[in-house]
């Protein structure tokens, strides 16, 4: 009888501890949410263009465009 009621036992608490962890993944947690928010940020940063990164474009722009002479105005 108390080797039935060990497995009885065992089996209640595994069925506990199984309803628990399947509701703890169902949902997204606060550290998958920082997570996600933190990649969306790093993503916008990099898609932005720094201002020296524009400035330098630019000069090599008016530079093919003027060819080698800065005096030239085009």
Partial sequence: MKQLQLV????AGA????????NQNAGVGN???KRLAQIQRQQQEASQYDESEVNLWNA???ILDRGTNPAIRY
């Fill in 60 to 62: 090599q722009v008016d």
């Fill in 15 to 22: 069925f506990l501890i199984s309803c628990e962890t399947t």
């Fill in 8 to 11: 009885a036992f065992i089996a």
């Fill in 31 to 33: 550290q998958e949410q």
